[in-house]
């Protein structure tokens, strides 16, 4: 990591960043139902590329040179920053990157439902360093470094000690995008019978983050994105779990995170990459 940078600055931005595209999906929730573009089992808001602007307007005025990955569509959003400040040209540095999700659990915001949350992390050659889950609606701030606790609120969080995938709750994501590899039904049944519950909830960084802090044992999904992962990821490790990418092709990442202790008999039962 570039001796200039330290993991403690990057997250004071990460928090910054976070929290500027969180405050402004929660001040525009009257707004949910405005569509950008709809798709059969899924639904891109306008306020998601609103969110991602105002995410990337903070990291910019701290690292104008930076490359920033984010989930929505970037000619979208670079119209948005254009109209406010003349976007300068990237040039990333060292192989920096910023990896955004300005609303992860865009379809239960749009519902209405309070599981929802913008996550931004801070990557050096694709490792996280600082990364920062922010979900308004209910008031809860994960954070971590690489060299840092996880913290919610400001609060060190850990695992939980279950040891037997038997007591452990499972959250997963049953996502129906076409062609996406999904959950299939034989795959719930059989992960069913194997934990104490499966628990669906909508938001894969928040999922990870309710691991971390000892609220669930497991979480697994076969294709979300890097963006849904950056951060919750490093939160869950800081916080004494474990992680695993089981498969990536381009951006999409079939990825499990853990307490650890229910880690290897839950890969067990995972389908083979
Ligand atoms: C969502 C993930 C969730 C997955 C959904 C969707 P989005 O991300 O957080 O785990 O099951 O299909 O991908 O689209 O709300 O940012």
Known sequence: MPNTLHPQQCLEVAIAAARAG?????????????VHQAFRHDVKLQLDLECQARVIEVIR?????????????EAAVAGMLAARQPAPTQIPAENIQWVVDPIDGTVNYYH???MWCCSVAMQVDGASVAGAVYAPEIDELYTATVDGPALLNGSPIHVSDERELSGAILLTGLSQKEGADYVSPSMVERLGHSVQKIR??????????RVARGHAEAYWEPAIYVWDMAAAGL?????????????????????????????AALRALLPPL
């Open 22 to 34: 969180g405050r402004h999906a929660l001040l525009n929730r009257h707004r949910c139902h405005e």
């Open 61 to 73: 005025a701290q690292f104008p040179n930076h490359a920033i990955l984010g989930e929505e569509d």
């Open 200 to 209: 669906v909830l909508g938001s894969a960084a928040l999922d990870m983050c």
């Open 235 to 263: 939160i869950v490790e800081r916080a004494g779990g474990r992680v695993s990418l089981l498969n990536r092709q381009d951006l999409r990442v079939s990825f499990m995170a853990t307490n650890g202790h229910v880690h």
């Open 112 to 114: 209405g439902l309070p």
